[in-house]
């Protein structure tokens, strides 16, 4: 992440493979970033991370990766987030949120709740033009389902007005806040193509555009 945003974001089999699709999903935007991963982070995990150039990393628990010294990384902050896991209680519930503006006034808004869980939750895609009702004709498929998922759930927590892309459980592309949702789909779209060469001149084709096997199990996130 920077500034609040997500540079990229993965699901894996193991943590190491996660970070490495994450990273490599926009390795310019998150140099010098922060690192927030939901699982005890690993020896090779913290190997990864160490030989990147990172200001923060965060994980529930670090003693597995005790053996890795961080200590060479200068200005690095290592953050123990041990209630990480319990995140996922506060998913039905909403907080005030109070915002000072610059005159001295306050906004005052709830904050917002993902009411998409599962594809029985997803709306079919339809518009009326000129009297005449169009339908998305794509089917429900598991893989695309689950795509549509992780995308909203990482969309939750990115600027508004924001456009994405994903692919096998990783983000490819994100445009972040802008004036309009056409100039940060284009920026998604350019970040797309871009990391996809940048992946292949890295020599890393275990890169966010290659199919990978995960497949989200409970809890996992």
Not at 49 to 69: I, Q, T
Not at 124 to 132: L, M
């Amino acid at each position: 992440m920077k500034h609040n945003n997500p540079c990229g974001v993965a699901y894996g089999n193991t943590l190491s493979e996660a970070y490495d699709r994450a990273n490599m999903a926009d390795r310019i935007a998150a140099f010098g970033g922060c690192l927030a991963v939901n699982r005890p982070l690993d020896k090779q995990t913290a190997e990864m991370a160490n030989a990147n150039y990172l200001e923060v990393v965060a994980a529930p628990s670090m003693r597995k990766a005790r053996s890795v010294s961080f200590a060479k990384r200068k200005n690095l902050r290592i953050i123990k987030l041990e209630k990480i896991s319990e995140l996922a209680r506060y998913r039905d519930t909403t907080h005030v949120e109070f915002k000072a503006l610059i005159d001295g006034r306050h906004i005052v808004q709830q904050s917002q709740k993902n009411a998409i869980r599962s594809k029985e939750d997803f709306q079919e895609a339809r518009a009326v033009h000129k009297g005449r009702e169009y339908r998305l004709d794509r089917n429900r498929q598991t893989g695309n389902t689950m795509n549509m998922l992780f995308g909203w759930n990482v969309e939750q927590g990115i600027t508004s007005n924001s456009v994405i892309y994903v692919k096998d459980g990783v983000t490819v592309g994100i445009g972040t806040g802008e004036q309009d949702r056409v100039g940060v789909a284009e920026i998604a779209v350019f970040k797309s193509i871009h990391q996809h060469a940048d992946a292949i001149c890295f020599g890393n084709m275990a890169s966010p555009i290659k199919r990978s096997s995960w497949r989200p199990s409970r809890g996992s996130g």
